[in-house]
Each structure stands twice: as structure tokens, then as C-alpha cells.
């Protein structure tokens, strides 16, 4: 089942994701296995929000297993992904 995934970082800036992302898309395993969309932006609150969708939570840690040296090395704070079930997704 696929699933919604939403990460909260507070204190997170444009600059953090934008290099982060960069890593993390020029990695060789990019795209992951099982990973179909992906939304960031302001959360509003001065921090920033990220939405992912995987084809399941499995998925989304297997990703996680393999960027997550990137996040530790540029400074990412430690966060506690929401995974929730997605009844539909649409792609254009």
C-alpha cells in the first residue's frame, strides 16, 4: 500500500533542503526503489516540511537506510517521519 510521508524540520531553511536534495538526487541510487513524488516548502512556522510518496513504508526506510549519512553530514536535525497510508495517488 502506498504510503504519505511527512517530515517536519524545525528551524529548517530553503538552503539546507536545496543542498541536502542535492546530494541526495546526484547519489547513485537515485530514485529510490519504491519512491513516486516528492513536495517540500515552508511550513509556515519558520521551519520546513517535506512530502513524500513511497509505494510502501518499507520503501521509504530502505531510503532513509541509504541518505541518512547525507542528512547527518549536512546538519540535518533529527525528525520523526509521519507515514500514513495513502488511499490514492495521482501523478500527471
Request: no cysteine; proline share 11%.
Given at each position: 500500500?502506498?504510503?504519505?510521508?511527512?517530515v517536519?524540520?524545525?528551524g529548517g531553511t530553503?538552503?539546507?533542503?536545496?543542498r541536502?536534495?542535492q546530494?541526495?538526487?546526484n547519489a547513485?541510487?537515485?530514485p529510490?526503489?519504491g519512491?513516486?513524488a516528492?513536495a517540500?516548502?515552508?511550513?509556515?512556522?519558520?521551519?520546513w516540511?517535506?512530502?513524500?510518496f513511497?509505494?510502501?513504508?518499507?520503501?521509504?526506510q530502505?531510503?532513509?537506510?541509504?541518505?541518512m549519512?547525507?542528512f547527518?553530514?549536512e546538519?540535518?536535525p533529527?525528525?520523526v517521519?509521519?507515514?500514513e497510508p495513502a488511499v490514492n495517488?495521482?501523478?500527471k
Open positions: 500500500m502506498a504510503v504519505i510521508v511527512t517536519e524540520i524545525p530553503q538552503e539546507l533542503y536545496e541536502t536534495t546530494r541526495v538526487t547513485p541510487w537515485w529510490p526503489e519512491f513516486l516528492h517540500a516548502g515552508p511550513d509556515g512556522s519558520g521551519g516540511r517535506v512530502v513524500d513511497f509505494e510502501s513504508a518499507e520503501a521509504f530502505a531510503f532513509v537506510d541509504k541518505a549519512p547525507i547527518q553530514e546538519g540535518m533529527p525528525i517521519p509521519r507515514i495517488v495521482v501523478l
